[in-house]
């Protein structure tokens, strides 16, 4: 079994995988601290949860953005699954192939989201990562990674409002009944939701514009993707589940490696 780690600026999501099948996935917050031995005791309540052993486990694969937390959560894999985890950078055997300058500080996230989009729906394409941040990574029909663009992601413009501005309260991120806000709460919902949908649908349709290329597939995915994917005809796919899968494949591309 291979056990899948994306480490966001927000979110650890975890997910198991037997073979190709996902057995089932966890996530936990990134920002609060933890030992090795907290991140074990969460390992093995997920194992539990499931059924396996921890024994079980043969392989860690792991995209992570946040440096700081990784010094705890690899040891925690070292002692509590016994394999040493296998850290996705661009180096690494993904399908892609990365043109662009300083492919170092392209982020894992979106390395892993790149190679799952082209492995499974193509190129060329467009991924979207509906994150902390909004990312937009284009690859061409040939596996290479052409361009991105990088933009405030909804919870960021969400914790902007309601943190600069003292009389705008926390609120819950969804489409409101109608754009026309007729109260504070439900104006803000307009702005956050419809502002994400109209940003989406420029930047998709420039980027088309500016890389002069032909039936463009887009894929998004991220936490509060569905929102805006449900609400726009420049998305073509949602899925949830696109750095998980990513991961796995590029395990399997890695893995006599390993």
């Given at each position: 079994?291979?056990?899948?780690?994306?480490?966001?600026?927000?979110?650890?999501?975890?997910?198991?995988f037997k073979?190709?099948?996902?057995?089932?996935?966890?996530?936990?917050?990134?920002?609060?601290?933890?030992?090795?031995?907290?991140?074990?005791?969460?390992?093995?309540?997920?194992?539990?949860?499931?059924?396996?052993?921890?024994?079980?486990?043969?392989?860690?694969?792991?995209?992570?953005?946040?440096?700081?937390?990784?010094?705890?959560?690899?040891?925690?894999?070292?002692?509590?699954?016994?394999?040493?985890p296998?850290?996705?950078?661009?180096?690494?055997?993904?399908?892609?192939?990365f043109?662009?300058?300083?492919?170092?500080?392209?982020?894992?996230?979106?390395?892993?989201?790149?190679?799952?989009?082209?492995?499974?729906?193509?190129?060329?394409?467009?991924?979207?990562?509906?994150?902390?941040?909004?990312?937009?990574?284009?690859?061409?029909?040939?596996?290479?990674?052409?361009?991105?663009?990088?933009?405030?992601?909804?919870?960021?413009?969400?914790?902007?409002?309601?943190?600069?501005?003292?009389?705008?309260?926390?609120?819950?991120?969804?489409?409101p009944?109608?754009?026309?806000?007729?109260?504070?709460?439900?104006?803000?919902?307009?702005?956050?939701?419809?502002?994400?949908?109209?940003?989406?649908?420029?930047?998709?349709?420039?980027?088309?514009?500016?890389?002069?290329?032909?039936?463009?597939?887009?894929?998004?995915?991220?936490?509060?993707?569905?929102?805006?994917?449900?609400?726009?005809?420049?998305?073509?796919?949602?899925?949830?589940?696109?750095?998980?899968?990513?991961?796995?494949?590029?395990?399997?591309?890695?893995?006599?490696?390993?």
């Amino acid at each position: 079994m291979i056990l899948a780690v994306d480490v966001g600026n927000t979110n650890i999501t975890l997910g198991l995988f037997k073979e190709k099948n996902l057995m089932g996935s966890f996530r936990m917050t990134t920002k609060r601290p933890r030992t090795s031995d907290e991140y074990g005791t969460i390992l093995q309540s997920m194992a539990d949860s499931l059924g396996v052993s921890m024994e079980d486990i043969d392989a860690v694969i792991i995209a992570s953005v946040v440096p700081k937390v990784m010094h705890a959560l690899v040891n925690s894999f070292r002692k509590y699954v016994r394999v040493e985890p296998f850290i996705v950078t661009w180096e690494a055997e993904t399908g892609i192939r990365f043109v662009t300058e300083n492919p170092g500080q392209i982020g894992a996230d979106r390395i892993v989201d790149s190679a799952a989009g082209y492995e499974l729906y193509g190129g060329p394409i467009i991924v979207i990562d509906f994150g902390t941040a909004t990312t937009y990574d284009l690859i061409s029909d040939k596996g290479e990674f052409l361009a991105c663009v990088i933009a405030p992601g909804i919870q960021i413009s969400a914790n902007a409002l309601w943190g600069e501005a003292a009389k705008l309260p926390e609120i819950e991120i969804k489409k409101p009944k109608s754009i026309l806000g007729r109260e504070t709460v439900s104006s803000m919902q307009a702005g956050l939701v419809y502002g994400q949908i109209g940003q989406t649908e420029y930047i998709v349709n420039e980027m088309k514009k500016a890389a002069g290329l032909d039936n463009i597939k887009v894929v998004a995915t991220g936490g509060l993707g569905s929102i805006i994917a449900n609400e726009t005809k420049v998305i073509d796919e949602y899925d949830r589940l696109l750095t998980l899968k990513g991961l796995q494949i590029i395990y399997e591309k890695n893995k006599d490696k390993i």
